[in-house]
Nanobody, 124 residues
């Protein structure tokens, strides 16, 4: 069974940067697209960024362009989210997820495995 473990969250001042990591267990990591979602208190979980299985394609929510960058290292079974110029509205729990398919998927329904989440708090 695949497990996803996020790390790298924390407290940062507005304008600062954080790099989230998501380590995946199991095989066939490169055969699945991966995504990052976030959920702020009282709000729905929303798509942040996604990347295809070999990393050739990426997509971002408009609210994070061009500040965030998603990448992956299939040799390490890890996906990253580099977050720059952070804003207080980026405060949320960030979740890593594995897509059902090889391509980039923006819908929550397209993901079958989720991590436990990591808190990101941006102070003003």
């Amino acid at each position: 069974q695949v497990q996803l473990v996020e790390s790298g969250g924390g407290l940062v001042q507005a304008g600062g940067s954080l790099r989230l990591s998501c380590a995946a267990s199991g095989r066939a990591f490169g055969f699945h697209g991966m995504g990052w979602f976030r959920q702020a208190p009282g709000k729905e979980r929303e798509f942040v960024a996604g990347i295809s299985g070999i990393g050739a394609s990426t997509r971002y929510a408009d609210s994070v362009k061009p500040r965030f960058t998603i990448s992956r290292d299939n040799g390490k079974n890890t996906v990253y989210l580099q977050m720059n110029s952070l804003k207080p509205e980026d405060t949320a729990v960030y979740y890593c997820a594995r897509a059902r398919a090889l391509t980039v998927i923006t819908s929550r329904d397209g993901y079958d495995t989720w991590g436990q989440g990591t808190q990101v708090t941006v102070s003003s």
